[in-house]
């Protein structure tokens, strides 16, 4: 049995929304992530977003890489900014993430989980 590397989320987005459109696009013009804002380059595919939060419109553009890390590690609800609350989750479990986790992730976002758990490690 597999012990479980997901970050716990107590304000899941999609759940207190009037409405939540998700899509997946190939990007025809240059948008930027919102997760690691890193820009998202025509061609590429990306997540995105669209809904009523608290009563105010807004949409979110999720690179792949992003989509991977957000996909593997939180089960139960995401932030659509993660970067953040992953690192405090993996400094909190120690850097021990379930091998499960890192084999579904894309080569940039295994790139990305591997040295936050070095900088962990190393601490």
């Known amino acids: 049995?597999?012990?479980?590397?997901?970050?716990?989320c107590d304000d899941y987005d999609a759940v207190s929304s009037s409405?939540?459109?998700?899509?997946?696009?190939?990007?025809?013009?240059?948008?930027?992530?919102?997760?690691?804002?890193?820009?998202?380059?025509?061609?590429?595919e990306y997540e995105?977003?669209?809904g009523i939060w608290d009563g105010d419109f807004d949409t979110?553009?999720?690179?792949?890489?992003?989509l991977s890390i957000r996909d593997?590690?939180?089960?139960?609800g995401y932030y659509y900014?993660?970067?953040?609350?992953?690192m405090e989750h993996l400094n909190a479990i120690d850097g021990n993430v379930d091998s499960e986790c890192?084999?579904?992730?894309?080569?940039?976002?295994k790139a990305r989980i591997i040295d936050?758990?070095?900088?962990?490690?190393?601490?």
């Open 1 to 8: 049995m597999s012990k479980c590397s997901c970050v716990y």
């Open 19 to 44: 409405f939540c459109n998700i899509k997946k696009v190939k990007a025809r013009k240059t948008h930027k992530c919102c997760a690691c804002h890193r820009s998202i380059e025509p061609g590429e």
């Open 48 to 50: 995105y977003v669209s």
């Open 60 to 66: 979110y553009k999720t690179c792949i890489d992003c």
């Open 72 to 76: 593997n590690f939180f089960c139960n």
């Open 81 to 86: 900014e993660f970067e953040e609350a992953l």
């Open 102 to 109: 890192i084999e579904g992730l894309t080569h940039n976002a």
């Open 116 to 123: 936050m758990i070095d900088k962990i490690w190393c601490e």
